[in-house]
């Protein structure tokens, strides 16, 4: 590997995990606050939650893989190692996709005001209509790795193991399967979700611009929502390009291109979790506490 591209990974390692970590964890201290002083958390702060607890799972596994690529791969164990690692690597991210598909369909289902009558009993029926969503989005994850990962493919030339992600050599289908269920496919549910949450957001802010009787703060926050999800979208659109661009070609792990697409990888749970926080003001409170404590 390049002197460069290994003191670039180093750094990412070195500066994401922590960061990530910290992030991640403050996500979770604030929910089991509440929820130990008695406060009874809503759907889309258990999906919050839940989305915080997999991005600190998803950046320790992206970490320890991106470290293990960069200086285990010539171990004699590395096979095993990149197949454990991948299959858990994988199955969270796909995870990740589903969970943030399924938070904006609460959001969706909570802001907009649908004409169609199918909604409305979703509506009602929010609370219940979470855990069966969760249940498919992890069945579906698991469903689409394990296959694939068990395809893969890792040799070795003259003491340096050249790592293939493990869809590279996978049949068709398994490729098929990966890029429509565990990327578009929450990809476009989340795009649909949070074009229609916005035009609606967009609806009422104009609407309270020309009713004198709201005030400025419900005109902020309305604000931040819709900045909040035009990031969002943003964010998960650059995530899923990237992971489709990664699972495509088989890539050695001397290239530049391929520390790139680690880079973006690697920054993706933090990128997200700072979205989260910055659009939830409780979870923004929290940190304005934390930095500015006499405030």
């Known amino acids: 590997m390049l002197p460069a591209l290994h003191v670039i990974r180093t750094v990412l390692i070195i500066v ?50 991106v470290t293990f690529i960069t200086y ?30 399924i ?59 050249m790592y293939y992600h493990f869809i590279s050599n996978a049949k068709v289908i398994y490729l098929v399967l990966n890029a429509v269920f565990g990327i578009c496919l929450p990809s476009i549910i989340t795009s649909i979700c949070i074009l229609l949450t916005l035009i609606s957001l967009l609806r009422h802010i104009q609407r309270m611009k020309q009713n004198t009787q709201f005030g400025s703060p419900q005109l902020k926050n309305l604000t931040r929502a819709c900045r909040t999800m035009i990031l969002l979208m943003a964010q998960n659109s ?10 495509l070609p088989p890539c050695s792990v001397e290239t530049i291109w391929q520390t790139v697409i680690y880079a973006c990888v690697i920054l993706n749970p933090s990128g997200q979790t700072i979205v989260l926080i910055f659009g939830n003001f409780k979870l923004l409170r929290a940190w304005s506490k934390f930095l500015l404590p006499h405030g």
């Open 103 to 161: 938070l904006c369909i609460c959001y969706c289902l909570r802001l907009v005001n649908f004409s169609p009558k199918f909604f409305i009993p979703l509506k009602r029926r929010l609370s219940h209509t979470v855990t069966p969503l969760l249940l498919w989005s992890v069945a579906i994850s698991f469903i689409i790795t394990v296959p694939t990962n068990w395809t893969s493919d890792t040799s070795t030339d003259q003491n340096t193991t």
């Open 72 to 101: 285990g791969l010539h171990l004699p164990f590395a096979l095993k190692v990149s197949i454990a690692v991948g299959t858990v690597l994988w199955f969270s991210v796909y995870l990740s996709f589903w969970l943030t598909a």
């Open 16 to 65: 994401t995990w922590p960061c990530g970590t910290i992030l991640n964890l403050s996500i979770i201290a604030v929910y089991l606050s509440d929820w130990k002083k008695g406060i009874q958390l809503g759907e889309c702060n258990q999906l919050s939650l839940i989305m915080g607890c997999t991005n600190l799972f998803l950046q320790c596994f992206i970490t320890s893989g």
């Open 238 to 247: 650059i995530f899923s390009l990237i992971i489709l661009i990664s699972v």
